[in-house]
């Protein structure tokens, strides 16, 4: 493996969830990480995720991988930080959900002596914290890297190497393009979802406990995905602001039409639609990103990751 030592800043469910696929893979011969909270760290420090460093500098300084795992709004900051002790050679990424602002954030302070491939892998849940990580996080999911300009192809391949072997298939596409599917497949829908807890939440004072007590799959399929933690999706939508302003817009006028559909009575539009969307359904199932099993194949044991 290219990589000899590697750094992970940040020590939260991404972060934990590396650690324990290098572990599983075998790479890496040592582990350094950072956290900012003296609780973090400790934590860290007795799942032993890795050598925990009381600063990013130290956990950085012989780093041949630097791996950023903070949320994206705190990216500035920790490349600031380590900026004057990283490693000639090294290479720098990161996993942040949005990859247009982390590229504006981190690469005017990076040393031109290392090499910064941004990156994206599309896993996770609704845990945080550096107790939330498992091995399998990565397993069959995608990693999108989305390499700048006159990046080293072979700094490109040493990375695609790391992440296939943590599991991931791997791709790579434009910034803006990422940041423009993402908002699509994962940051209106988790809006949408916030949204309808919302209302939900709102209803629940008229309805006392029914919205809880009686919460069928839809609704409890939303307070999943609106459980997801607050700061990282805060930064996501303070960060990916036109490509989730450009779907939130589509998605307006779609539920407007169907909004019409219901009050006019035309079954017809409604029927068509949703034998358009449970196609889309089917197609993720086929490539093998998600369980026809009812109830989303969330076993009990599953349900607690
Ligand atoms: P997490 O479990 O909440 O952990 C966040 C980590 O970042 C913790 O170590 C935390 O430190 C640190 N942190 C938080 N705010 C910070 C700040 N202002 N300055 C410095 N450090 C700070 O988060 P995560 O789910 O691993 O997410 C990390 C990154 O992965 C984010 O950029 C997110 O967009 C991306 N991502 C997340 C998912 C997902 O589903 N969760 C999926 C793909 C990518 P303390 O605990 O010490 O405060």
């Not at 934990?16 to 400790?42: C, F, N």
């Not at 709102?202 to 459980?227: C, H, K, M, P, W």
């Amino acid at each position: 493996m290219a990589f000899e030592r590697v750094a992970l800043i940040g020590l939260g469910l991404i972060a934990s969830s590396i650690s324990h696929a290098m572990r599983r893979a075998g790479i890496a011969s040592e582990i350094t990480g950072h956290s900012r909270s003296a609780g973090t760290r400790a934590e860290a420090a007795r799942l032993g995720l890795c050598e925990v460093r009381e600063t990013a500098a130290e956990a950085v300084r012989d780093a041949d991988l630097v791996i950023l795992c903070v949320p994206v709004g705190a990216m500035e900051a920790v490349a600031r930080e380590i900026a004057p002790v990283l490693k000639a050679g090294a290479t720098v990424t990161d996993v942040g959900s949005v990859k247009g602002g982390v590229i504006a954030a981190v690469a005017p302070h990076l040393p031109a002596t290392v090499r910064f491939i941004p990156g994206h892998p599309l896993a996770g849940t609704e845990h945080s914290g550096p107790a939330a990580g498992f091995a399998e996080l990565f397993d069959n999911r995608w990693c999108l890297l989305t390499p700048l300009p006159g990046t080293d192809p072979g700094a490109l391949a040493e990375l695609v190497g790391f992440w296939t072997a943590l599991g991931a298939r791997v791709d790579t596409m434009e910034p803006e393009h990422h940041d423009l599917v993402l908002a699509v497949t994962s940051h209106v829908p988790h809006l949408i979802a916030y949204t309808m807890v919302g209302v939900a939440d709102d209803l629940r004072r008229v309805t006392a406990s029914e919205v809880i007590n009686y919460s069928a799959a839809g609704f409890r399929d939303f307070t999943r995905i609106a459980a997801s933690d607050p700061v990282m999706w805060r930064d996501v939508f303070l960060n990916n602001r036109e490509a989730t302003l450009d779907i939130l817009g589509r998605f307006t006028e779609e539920l407007f039409a169907l909004q019409r559909a219901v009050r006019t009575g035309d079954g017809a539009h409604l029927q068509e639609y949703f034998t358009r969307t449970r196609a889309i359904r089917r197609g993720i199932i086929e490539a093998g990103q998600d369980t026809p099993v009812p109830d989303f194949g969330r076993t009990p044991a599953a349900r607690g990751h």
